[in-house]
């Protein structure tokens, strides 16, 4: 792929405001009269018409930064929505993949000083893309794959034994070594490059429904424990758990939760999306908490975009706004609250330098940043570093890493370069699929740094577990 660099903050792309967008975009031009979105919720015109094309996003945004196209921008992207809205180009495989380009890290929405609502619009769009436009074959059976296997923990755990066998035997570094498996699908390669380490902790999932708080109860919460984190990353849904009840909180696990419905929404599968978040409603309904407390940053937009999800369904949408304002980051809510349990330092010599990683959806979906770092910073000995494009994606992106894997390596690279250029010793990142892209590219990059959620360190700290340094 020809990339531009991804440190370019000048953006020599970017038409004058009054420019023609047919004339810059010839291939589209000649697609005039061709199918639009179909009736069923398109892009909005009054949020596309909000776009004053300033083009103060481009810099921000992560697949414009690689890509170096105009249409592969969020100023594109806005342009080809409300021209394909007129009829003037068409809805079909090429437009579409500008669309499938946007990794909906929402650092447009951040940026854009007209509040232009990008995240209704691509989230409008995604759908139409899945519903009119055929994926070739070896696209929808990777998507299928992913879509079928991913937010079902059931069908995850009986790989979870053939995989651990795959990595004691070797095999991940002949595979990578010798690319083979990139010979034959780089998606499936890119699926196999961050698949986690199997350990012992991934077997374990017999969490209790109660579980107490520690000394005076001061809320009841109920804990989502997630799909892919509930089977690779359950060391910190444990950790959580730790934490809430250290800290006055009675923990409810309803059984019968099942995904949260991310990973379908961000690819416009919306009729799985709202199976999931139907199910997630019913399960937490009844069981009287104050909070409903998730670790994950994706899954925690997803959980409070309920309300806008299910806006159309007139038995859900109430119960969906009602379960949507319950949501809380685990970060949010402990900041919010304060921590009673006393904090003891991480590593004996008492000073660490800590990176904090911040993921897209976290910062930019639900404007939460300075509650992770307050959190941090109250652990004796802990040294906040900042890195240069905090605020930039690290290319994993729900999917996306695997959905297009080129992209989303140089935005790796990229990030981790950043975080290591800090000099910090760990790095502490909220997200499971930030996580894994991070630990590739430190892998990549022959880095040993340790990398942990907040609520790990958290919990080590209220627990007085020592970090060893590397
Ligand atoms: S989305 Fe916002 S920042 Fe980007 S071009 Fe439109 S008005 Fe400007
Ligand atoms: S969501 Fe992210 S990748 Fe998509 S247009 Fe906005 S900034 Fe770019």
Request: glycine letters at 6%; charged letters at 20%.
């Amino acid at each position: 792929m020809q990339t531009q660099d991804i440190n370019t903050q000048n953006n020599p792309k970017i038409p004058a405001k009054d420019s023609n967008f047919l004339e810059q975009n010839p291939h589209l031009n000649s697609l005039a009269n061709n199918p639009s979105f179909d009736s069923q919720n398109p892009p909005n015109p009054e949020l596309i018409d909000a776009c004053v094309h300033c083009g103060f996003c481009l810099s921000t945004c992560p697949s414009y930064r690689v890509i170096g196209k105009e249409m592969d921008s969020p100023r594109g992207r806005i342009y080809a929505m409300d021209a394909i809205n007129k009829g003037e180009v068409a809805l079909n495989q090429t437009t579409s993949e500008h669309f499938d380009t946007c990794l909906g890290c929402l650092a447009c929405v951040t940026t854009c000083p007209s509040g232009v609502k990008y995240d209704k619009l691509i989230a409008a769009t995604r759908p139409q893309v899945e519903r009119n436009i055929p994926r070739s074959l070896p696209d929808k059976l990777i998507r299928n794959l992913i879509f079928n296997l991913f937010p079902y923990p059931k069908r995850l755990r009986p790989l979870l034994i053939p995989l651990l066998v795959y990595q004691k035997l070797g095999f991940p570094k002949l595979i990578r070594a010798t690319k083979l498996l990139e010979k034959i699908s780089p998606r499936l390669a890119a699926m196999e490059s961050i698949l986690p380490k199997i350990t012992v902790d991934a077997f374990q999932d017999n969490y209790p429904t109660i579980i107490p708080a520690q000394g005076e109860k001061r809320y009841r919460v109920g804990l989502i424990l997630g799909c892919v984190q509930r089977i690779f990353f359950s060391p910190v849904n444990m950790a959580t758990i730790r934490v809430l009840t250290a800290n006055g909180c009675e923990v409810v696990i309803p059984q019968s939760q099942g995904c949260c419905a991310a990973l379908p929404e961000h690819q416009g599968q919306t009729k799985q999306a709202h199976t999931m978040a139907k199910q997630m409603i019913d399960s937490f309904a009844n069981t009287g908490v104050d909070a409903v407390i998730i670790n994950a940053a994706g899954c925690g937009h997803t959980l409070k975009e309920y309300g806008n999800i299910l806006q159309d369904d007139s038995e859900y949408c109430d119960k969906a706004k009602e379960f949507s304002s319950q949501v809380k980051d685990v970060q949010e809510f402990l900041a919010n609250v304060g921590l009673i349990a006393k904090l003891s330092p991480l590593v004996e010599d008492e000073e660490l330098n800590i990176v904090y990683q911040d993921a897209c959806h976290l910062l930019h979906g639900q404007k939460i940043s300075l509650e992770p770092r307050k959190l941090l910073q109250q652990i004796p000995g802990v040294k906040l570093r900042e890195p240069i494009d905090a605020a930039l994606c690290c290319g994993s992106a729900g999917i996306y890493n695997m959905l297009q894997p080129e992209v989303a390596e140089e935005l790796g690279q990229q990030k981790v370069e950043n975080l290591l250029n800090t000099g910090a010793e760990l790095i502490a990142s909220a997200n499971p699929g930030c996580s894994l892209q991070i630990k590739k590219h430190l892998e990549l990059q022959g880095k040993k740094i340790t990398l942990m959620h907040p609520i790990e360190l958290l919990d080590y700290s209220i627990r007085g577990v020592k970090l060893e340094r590397k």
